[in-house]
Structure formats: C-alpha cells, structure tokens
C-alpha cells in the first residue's frame, strides 16, 4: 500500500511540473504571403495565451494562443482595411485566431514537433508547426513557423496574383516560476 502511495504521489508531482504554468513576456506572430509575385509581409498583435510546457514531460505539456484578428498590420493601411473585411478575415464576426496543441513530439535536443488546431473564421484544422524550445535559467523560448492554405479556412477566394501558402512565424518568450 505504501509503495503505491508513493508511486502516485511521484506520478502527481510529475504532472503538476508540466502543469506550471508559464508567463509569456514576449509574443511576435509574422506571415508571409505571395502577391503579384513579391513577398508581403505583415505580422498581427493582440496576443494572449497559456503555456504549460516542460520537455520532460509532454504529454502533460499544452500551449493555448490567441491574436486580434484586428490588428493584422501589413504596412498598407488600404491593404488592412481589406483584409479586415468579410470576404477576407471577417473581423467583426471572427475577432481572434486561436492555435490550441493537440500533442507533442520531441525529434532533436531542442527540436520539437507540436499538433495544433487552428480556428480561423470558425474553421478549425489541425496543423503541425516544428519549433525550436530553448531553456536559460527562468527564460524559456519558442520559435516555430508553419504553412497553411488561406482557401482551407475561407480566407480570400481563388486568385491568379495570391498564393493560396501563407507561412505564419512565432516566437514566444516565457517566464518559467523557479521550482
């Protein structure tokens, strides 16, 4: 019976490690796009989330993520006011795009794969974003980019001058509470 209790003890300080929740400092969220042939960067803002991670134990790992949908910002105010419409991010209907982990792989020392599903405009598929986890001290950080289709979640229609590929970047910086 001791043995037993001991072992589910160890089992829950096991998962309340991963269950520590980190403090995000910093947020960038980046995509890229083709148009007319030329890269067009942009990046949005309005970031909120949740990071429960711990490379040693990433079952009980979970990250959850948000930005305004508002704020995307793509150096042209005209170009902004567009995409802030229906036909493109809907913004009043859709105020945010949410990334929610699913599961976690390690492939390489600091080298991690993540299952994601991703909402936009109410349209939800499951994507996997590789990143790089990188622990000093109390700091962690988080760099990871990944490609969708804008068709796929209603972004846009069809067009001859824009890529239907849209490569979306993060990085996170985190505050992990000293054990």
């Known amino acids: 019976m001791k043995k037993l209790t001991l072992i589910a003890l160890l089992l829950s300080a096991t998962v ?103 909402t936009i405009k109410g349209k939800t598929k499951l994507v996997e974003v590789p990143f790089v986890y990188a622990q000093t001290g109390t700091t962690g950080s988080f760099k990871g980019s990944f490609k969708i289709n804008r068709l796929d979640f209603g972004i846009g229609d069809s067009s001859l001058v824009l890529s239907n590929e849209v490569t979306i970047s993060v990085g996170l910086e985190t505050a992990i509470p000293a054990s």
């Open 16 to 118: 309340a490690m991963a269950q520590t929740k980190q403090t995000i400092t910093k947020a960038t969220v980046t995509y890229q796009i083709k148009n007319m042939g030329f890269t067009t960067l942009g990046f949005l803002s309005g970031f909120a989330g949740e990071v429960k991670f711990d490379k040693a134990h990433l079952v009980a790992s979970s990250i959850e993520a948000s930005v305004e949908t508002k704020t995307i910002n793509s150096d042209d105010d005209a170009r902004d006011a567009h995409l802030r419409k229906e036909d493109f991010f809907d913004v009043d209907h859709y105020p945010k795009m949410i990334m929610k982990s699913v599961s976690f792989k390690q492939k390489g020392s600091n080298n991690y794969i993540g299952q994601f599903e991703l």
